[in-house]
């Protein structure tokens, strides 16, 4: 019987990383990065420019196209102390392309750097555009425990909240890069695919891809789709409990459209996930389509628990194709042309990848959410993998080389 990941502990999950080898700055070009090559349970060295050889016609690889927005404001109280104020995602009922098209004032939780310098009562001003006198207004509304609530406010009605963060804003780096964002950030942190606002961190896997590489894939017949998972904060979250019964995984925004699930419910080639995150909404999909069999009556949306994979049946699970048809048809019946919602799937050793037959991803941190996703596509091989990017040199995290882990 396999073991609940709940009683697995991060401390198992853990390796030496220099910090030396955590890139800090991306390669001029971006498929210059190399490409660690897991397949057969033979580790290769490649280059990323090289990935398009490795799949063939009839293959669907995907993408998450969620770009990342420039939810760092920093403002002065009256006395000079600088606070930091980090926009996590909007309050109430409303999604996150919604939050972004407000116009005139917007509630989000946020992370404020410096609060206790803040008063309560004293509302903090920034420049938007000061040849316009723009100034967008900031006033605390509510301390919760995993933030603050913060209402934004600004008078010009022609500029939403997307805009307010373009040009008010800076890049939430990782922490891990110490360092500010810089001017080439603004380009480099983001996909050159990426479209549907809503970040708080690229989905890094996708940076080392060009258009010249997807046209590459194209051309050898590969299918590519697009999903969004907008990426929280809690993406580096650590995980500070003993058990991971204990922790709490974060909740995440998706979307995915109809046209994506009828590509992966017709592949009969190898599905690829570019990245973690387009893993655990295409998992997340998987348990939506099988809630929808087993209650059909039931709203279509996602809305995925941590533990909700991990829950005893006594029916058999569909495959693939049988519960991506199903997805698409009850779409198609309700006349829905997407689905979205929030997933909090946490993905580690015990569960079974539903969906995918490789993952393109980058180097992890030790004791991360992420490496135990790795390891649930892996395996315990994992350890042998990244013993062999420290040892021949990749460059790991954010900024670092490539991995396409083939699961089978």
């Given at each position: 019987?396999?073991?609940h990941?709940?009683?697995?502990s991060?401390?198992s999950?853990?390796?030496?990383?220099?910090?030396?080898?955590i890139a800090?700055?991306?390669l001029e070009?971006r498929d210059?990065s190399?490409l660690?090559?897991?397949q057969?349970?033979l580790?290769?060295?490649?280059?990323?420019?090289?990935?398009?050889?490795?799949?063939?016609e009839?293959?669907?690889?995907?993408?998450?196209?969620t770009r990342?927005?420039?939810?760092?404001?920093?403002?002065?109280?009256?006395t000079g102390a600088a606070?930091?104020?980090?926009?996590?995602?909007?309050?109430?009922?409303?999604?996150i392309?919604?939050?972004?098209l407000?116009?005139?004032?917007?509630?989000w939780?946020?992370?404020v750097g410096?609060?206790?310098?803040?008063?309560?009562?004293?509302h903090?001003?920034l420049?938007?555009?000061?040849?316009?006198?723009?100034?967008?207004?900031?006033?605390?509304l509510?301390k919760?425990p995993e933030?603050?609530?913060?209402?934004?406010?600004?008078?010009?009605s022609?500029?939403?909240?997307?805009?307010?963060?373009?040009?008010?804003?800076?890049?939430?780096?990782?922490?891990y890069?110490?360092?500010?964002?810089?001017?080439?950030?603004k380009?480099?942190?983001?996909?050159v695919?990426a479209?549907?606002?809503?970040?708080?961190?690229?989905?890094?896997?996708?940076?080392?891809?060009?258009?010249?590489?997807?046209?590459?894939?194209?051309?050898r017949?590969?299918?590519?789709?697009?999903?969004?998972?907008?990426?929280?904060a809690?993406t580096?979250k650590?995980?500070?409990?003993?058990?991971?019964?204990e922790?709490?995984?974060h909740?995440?925004?998706?979307?995915?459209?109809?046209?994506?699930?009828e590509s992966?419910?017709?592949?009969?080639g190898?599905?690829?996930s570019v990245?973690?995150?387009?893993?655990?909404?295409?998992?997340?999909l998987?348990?939506?389509?099988?809630?929808?069999?087993?209650?059909?009556e039931?709203?279509?949306?996602?809305?995925?628990?941590q533990?909700?994979?991990?829950?005893?049946?006594?029916?058999?699970l569909?495959?693939?194709?049988?519960?991506?048809?199903y997805?698409?048809?009850?779409?198609?019946?309700?006349?829905m042309?997407?689905?979205?919602?929030e997933?909090r799937i946490i993905?580690a050793p015990?569960?079974?990848?539903r969906?995918?037959?490789?993952?393109?991803?980058?180097?992890?941190?030790?004791?991360s959410?992420l490496?135990l996703?790795?390891?649930?596509?892996?395996?315990?091989?994992?350890?042998?993998?990244?013993?062999?990017?420290?040892?021949?040199?990749?460059?790991?995290?954010?900024?670092?080389d490539?991995?396409?882990?083939?699961?089978?």
């Amino acid at each position: 019987m396999k073991q609940h990941p709940g009683d697995l502990s991060i401390t198992s999950f853990s390796y030496s990383l220099p910090d030396d080898r955590i890139a800090r700055f991306p390669l001029e070009e971006r498929d210059a990065s190399r490409l660690l090559i897991y397949q057969n349970q033979l580790i290769q060295d490649g280059m990323f420019r090289d990935l398009p050889d490795l799949f063939s016609e009839g293959d669907l690889l995907i993408f998450n196209q969620t770009r990342v927005v420039q939810a760092r404001l920093h403002f002065q109280t009256q006395t000079g102390a600088a606070i930091e104020v980090f926009c996590l995602e909007p309050v109430g009922d409303i999604t996150i392309p919604m939050a972004m098209l407000q116009q005139g004032s917007a509630d989000w939780l946020c992370m404020v750097g410096n609060a206790k310098k803040w008063k309560e009562e004293e509302h903090l001003q920034l420049p938007v555009n000061q040849e316009k006198l723009i100034f967008i207004e900031v006033q605390l509304l509510e301390k919760k425990p995993e933030g603050y609530v913060v209402r934004f406010s600004w008078k010009d009605s022609a500029l939403c909240f997307a805009d307010i963060l373009d040009q008010a804003g800076f890049l939430p780096l990782p922490p891990y890069l110490k360092r500010d964002a810089q001017e080439s950030d603004k380009s480099r942190y983001q996909t050159v695919y990426a479209d549907q606002k809503g970040s708080v961190a690229a989905p890094t896997a996708g940076l080392h891809f060009t258009p010249e590489i997807i046209q590459q894939l194209k051309t050898r017949g590969v299918t590519c789709q697009y999903l969004t998972l907008h990426v929280g904060a809690g993406t580096f979250k650590p995980v500070k409990a003993e058990k991971m019964s204990e922790h709490d995984m974060h909740s995440e925004e998706v979307i995915a459209t109809l046209e994506l699930i009828e590509s992966v419910a017709a592949c009969e080639g190898k599905i690829a996930s570019v990245g973690t995150t387009t893993l655990r909404t295409l998992e997340s999909l998987y348990w939506t389509a099988v809630r929808l069999m087993d209650y059909p009556e039931t709203a279509c949306v996602i809305a995925v628990n941590q533990w909700d994979p991990y829950e005893t049946r006594t029916t058999p699970l569909p495959d693939r194709k049988q519960a991506f048809r199903y997805l698409a048809q009850m779409l198609r019946t309700r006349k829905m042309d997407s689905i979205q919602g929030e997933t909090r799937i946490i993905i580690a050793p015990g569960y079974t990848i539903r969906v995918i037959d490789a993952l393109v991803t980058n180097f992890h941190q030790p004791q991360s959410t992420l490496l135990l996703l790795v390891s649930a596509c892996i395996g315990d091989v994992w350890r042998d993998v990244y013993t062999y990017a420290l040892e021949h040199d990749y460059r790991f995290l954010s900024y670092g080389d490539s991995s396409v882990l083939f699961l089978k």
